[in-house]
């Protein structure tokens, strides 16, 4: 169930970006990655866990931006990007797109195979995470375009090589990665559509949002959810603004959060002023 019309806000002056921001999403997910490394290089695992838990989400903010066109780059930048960030995140980027694009064209219907892991108990969508990274690559490496299915077997062969040298050489830091990789593709489908989507199909709006600052700036923006819905194709450096623009024009589209809200605590002096 879905609201009938989307809220009348101005977003096209949201699409552009200048060159810093360009350079700012090609590189964004570049520290985190380094510094996970060269924590795991001197066997600072839980320092480097903390930096790999930035590295995934950026670098799920970058291919996110990827899937629509919104990162700045031309389309062979594009596929680059993609298939850079399939070997780091090690996953297929080109199979999760079509899917993705899939569950943005009918969010929370019957075809969405993406989406409808929100229906699940949350217990159940962590715990059956690794399935869902499968399932989401099988469909587009399955029943992706020509194009993507290729694109997708290219990501699978890197990933593979990556793994196979890990293996091979028994490098601490290459066997770090795989490992928390794995279980970050594990966690993704808790984290990125549970999150956001869970007991949306109940109340009409079907994505959740959040204002907490410092949520949105520990997840990159990711948990603008609602907004990206709304308007896509606006690049996530955008998106506070678009959600001030929401909040103001049709604040109903927005008054589902991810996280549990503070309940305001009354001031003190003003309960002493109504005694």
């Known amino acids: 169930m879905k609201p009938t019309e989307k809220p009348q806000i101005e977003w096209r002056d949201l699409l552009h970006l200048n060159r810093r921001q360009i350079a700012f999403n090609v590189l964004l997910s570049l520290p985190f ?9 001197y066997g600072q695992y839980l320092a480097a866990l903390v930096m790999s838990f930035f590295f995934f989400t950026c670098a799920l903010r970058q291919a996110h931006d990827c899937y629509h066109h919104s990162i700045g780059l031309n389309r ?4 680059i990007m993609l298939h ?7 996953c297929s980027t080109h199979a999760i797109r079509h899917t993705h694009l899939q569950h ?5 219907g019957e075809g969405d195979v993406e989406g409808n892991w929100a229906r699940l108990p949350a217990w159940k969508a962590i715990l059956f995470g690794g399935l869902f990274s499968v399932r ?6 399955m ?3 020509r194009t993507t299915r290729s694109r997708s077997r290219l990501d699978m062969f890197l990933i593979a090589a990556f793994i196979a040298a890990a293996l091979i050489t028994r490098h601490p830091v290459l066997l770090y990665h795989t490992a928390a990789m794995i279980a970050a593709n594990a966690l993704v489908g808790f984290f990125a559509v549970w999150s956001v989507h869970h007991d949306c199909d109940t109340h009409g709006v079907y994505a959740r949002t959040e204002r907490q600052a410092w949520a949105n700036f520990a997840t990159v923006y990711l948990l603008y959810h ?3 819905h709304l308007f896509a194709a606006v690049p996530s450096n955008h998106l506070p603004e678009l959600a001030r623009r929401l909040d103001a024009a049709a604040p109903e589209w927005s008054a589902h959060r991810v996280l549990p809200q503070p309940k305001k605590q009354p001031c003190p002096l003003k309960r002493l002023l109504h005694t």
Do not use: C, K, Y
């Not at 850079?84 to 090690?90: E, P």
């Not at 943005?104 to 929370?108: E, G, N, T, V």
């Open 136 to 141: 989401i690559q099988w469909q587009g490496l």
């Open 84 to 90: 850079l960030l399939s070997i780091a995140m090690l």
């Open 33 to 41: 990655l380094a510094a996970s490394w060269l924590f795991a290089a």
């Open 104 to 108: 943005h064209r009918d969010p929370l």
């Open 143 to 145: 029943h992706g375009s």
């Open 226 to 228: 609602m907004e990206h």
């Open 76 to 79: 062979p930048g594009v596929r």
